[in-house]
């Protein structure tokens, strides 16, 4: 069966430092993969997402970028940190085709102070 | 920019009522989702309508969906304390089958 695992699932950065949050998922290959960014009681703003190694679409232009090294391998890294990159970063992956279901993995919370 | 927007943002109601959420989007979509998210969790699918269907049951839940209105709904049966949660829909628009847009959710609280 397939799982999603990320982490770590809390993180607190101080500003200006470089920031890295992982994601794998297993059972499953060439996966659609996903960054979600989810404010305090808000919904969830669609950062980045890919289809295929080494292929990234940024959906927001912000401090961070997307990197896909591996298959089923997801990486979200910024060189400096700011106070409006806090909130919860969910990882999710899809099958990658119409009538699909995204899965989502448990979230990491990231306070920078 | 966001697809989809769900109605009411916070619906409060006692256990063994039904709980009724609204989906309204803007673009032609190819399929209608609804998720799940317990408090600082990640978010569980319930269930995906195709554009061509109008109806779908899954246990307690039945999702509609009116293609001409741009508006999906959801609605749990016989809620339960449990079923407390915040209900998210989301789309998968024709233009661009990739992406999976969320709305900013309806947070359902269920009074034992």
């Known amino acids: 069966s397939q799982t999603i695992h990320q982490w770590p699932a809390t993180l607190v950065q101080p500003v200006g430092s470089p920031l890295s949050l992982e994601c794998t998922v297993e059972?499953?290959?060439?996966?659609?993969l996903y960054w979600y960014r989810q404010a305090a009681g808000r919904g969830l703003q669609l950062l980045f997402y890919s289809v295929g190694i080494g292929q990234i679409s940024s959906e927001v232009p912000q401090n961070l970028s997307a990197s896909r090294p591996q298959d089923r391998q997801f990486i979200l890294s910024s060189k400096k940190l700011l106070l409006s990159d806090s909130g919860f970063y969910l990882c999710a992956w899809s099958a990658g085709q119409f009538n699909t279901e995204a899965f989502f993995g448990q979230g990491t919370r990231l306070t920078v102070v | 920019s966001q697809q989809g927007e769900e109605d009411p943002q916070a619906l409060s109601i006692q256990e063994g009522e039904n709980a009724t959420m609204n989906c309204s989007y803007k673009t032609s979509i190819n399929n209608l989702q609804w998720y799940r998210q317990n408090s600082g969790r990640g978010l569980v699918h319930l269930i995906l309508i195709r554009s061509n269907e109008r109806e779908k049951h899954s246990g307690r839940l039945r999702v509609t969906l009116d293609t001409s209105k741009k508006s999906s709904s959801l609605l749990i049966t016989a809620s339960r304390a449990a079923d407390t949660a915040s209900y998210f829909c989301a789309t998968v628009m024709k233009t661009s089958y990739d992406k999976v847009i969320f709305g900013p959710g309806t947070s359902l609280s269920v009074i034992p």
């Open positions: 059972g499953t290959s060439n996966p659609n």
